[in-house]
């Protein structure tokens, strides 16, 4: 493989990258691919893009503040949108739900509820729909983890990054350890089925030792699930720095070892579990998600869409306004609509990240032609980073920690261009 290797260059959740989304020349009504989609299983998702205090590291769509009637007014035109998409999306069997930002549980105990209220007008609650939830630990508190529970929430993922102080000063995030501690320990005691803790690797400073410090510390209150992220220096954000590729992916590799021999099982470059996955073990890559909230993605088949992404304070307060003041939220404005070949490419791209890998025989079924065995794979099969059986091609272990590098070399040129010029 000829080309310059950078194992950390940026993360690859999904495809096309939300920086390929462009203004479309009209609004797109959304009924007719909801009426394609009729019948299908689907995800809902509630985006709240606040938080006390932004992380230095942080590029995502999210506002530092807690102005109380602002919010208010935010969570005001969540339900509209709710009451505008859900009569469409009576087609639909919402089976899993997610509330994410941002810090979700910076809303008051009152609020929540309202979420809650918000999304049974979909048919969703949380007892029956799998339920996930994000916090942080200044806001992990009983009042709003009674809520939670109560509801039948049956994941809560909490980021903590780092134990280390210095460490987390160094990523711009308020190192309090009280409440961390404090956090951690309600979240543990109230026995939620599912229970994340997000770490963060390649901080400037970190060293193997330190970091298998602070995963040794997050395992003392037994969560089951783990996600442990590398540091990424992006546009936008407060960290300049961070560990060279060799020392971050030493991290790694220790960080594999001892949660391998903790029993956890690896599903992609960052997720470990310890319990019995929720995850259908079927292709991935056609999943139908609908977000409501300014920033959250939407799924609907061959179109993609959400408010424009941007990571400056004042462009995100500006598309926040910009949300509260739409009337008609039964069109999208911005966004991707898939070619067929693009959706064979999210299809590869989505399912090689993932540990199961790409099933041929679905590849066969769902685009009518074997999948393609262009020279990457072969690239990739020579640096054994990926394994053919008779049904399946999946990334090796060691392939597995390259996930971030392999994903972006199926990444089209048409769309990398408009990734490279894309205006924040």
């Known amino acids: 493989m000829n080309r310059p290797l950078f194992r950390y260059v940026d993360y690859m959740y999904s495809y096309p990258h939300k920086t390929a989304y462009r203004p479309f020349p009209a609004p797109v009504s959304l009924l007719p691919y909801l009426e394609q989609l009729e019948g299908r299983k689907a995800s809902l998702y509630f985006h709240i893009p606040f938080c006390s205090h932004k992380c ?118 308020r190192p309090r350890q009280n409440t961390i501690y404090q956090a951690l320990e309600g979240i543990r005691q109230m026995d939620f089925p599912y229970f994340n803790i997000d770490l963060i690797y390649g901080i400037k400073g970190q060293t193997v030792e330190s970091f298998l410090y602070s995963l040794e510390e997050a395992l003392r209150f037994q969560p089951n699930e783990l996600f442990i992220y590398p540091l990424y220096v992006r546009q936008g954000t407060g960290i300049s720095e961070r560990e060279p590729d060799d020392v971050c992916f030493r991290m790694y590799r220790a960080a594999c070892e001892l949660l391998q021999a903790k029993g956890f099982l690896q599903t992609s470059m960052r997720r470990f579990i310890h319990h019995p996955s929720t995850d259908a073990e079927v292709s991935c890559g056609d999943e139908v998600m609908l977000s409501c909230g300014s920033g959250g993605r939407s799924y609907l088949g061959d179109l993609h869409y959400a408010t424009r992404y941007t990571v400056c304070q004042q462009c995100i307060a500006r598309e926040i306004d910009e949300y509260m003041a739409t009337t008609d939220f039964t069109v999208a404005r911005n966004g991707f609509i898939l070619s067929a070949k693009e959706q064979q490419q999210r299809f590869i791209i989505k399912n090689l990240m993932y540990y199961t890998g790409i099933d041929k025989a679905e590849y066969t079924r769902r685009f009518g032609e074997p999948i393609d065995r262009t020279p990457l794979f072969r690239e990739l099969a020579e640096q054994h980073w990926i394994e053919e059986t008779s049904d399946r091609i999946r990334l090796t272990p060691e392939g597995l920690g390259y996930s971030d590098y392999i994903g972006q070399l199926f990444i089209p040129q048409r769309i990398r261009r408009l990734m490279d010029t894309y205006s924040y």
Do not use: W
Request: aromatic letters at 8%.
């Open 56 to 173: 230095g590291y942080c590029n995502l769509f999210s506002l530092q503040t807690n102005r109380t009637e602002y919010i208010a007014a935010y969570l005001d035109t969540l339900h509209r949108q709710a009451q505008q998409l859900s009569p469409l999306t009576a087609g639909l069997t919402f089976d899993s739900f997610a509330i994410g930002g941002g810090t979700p549980l910076l809303l008051t105990v009152p609020q929540l509820e309202r979420l809650m209220a918000a999304a049974a007008l979909f048919g969703v609650h949380p007892s029956h729909a799998f339920t996930s939830v994000e916090t942080s630990p200044e806001y992990a508190d009983r009042s709003r983890l009674n809520v939670l529970k109560q509801a039948g929430v049956a994941r809560v993922s909490i980021g903590i990054q780092s134990f280390q102080d210095e460490e987390l000063k160094a990523i711009k995030r």
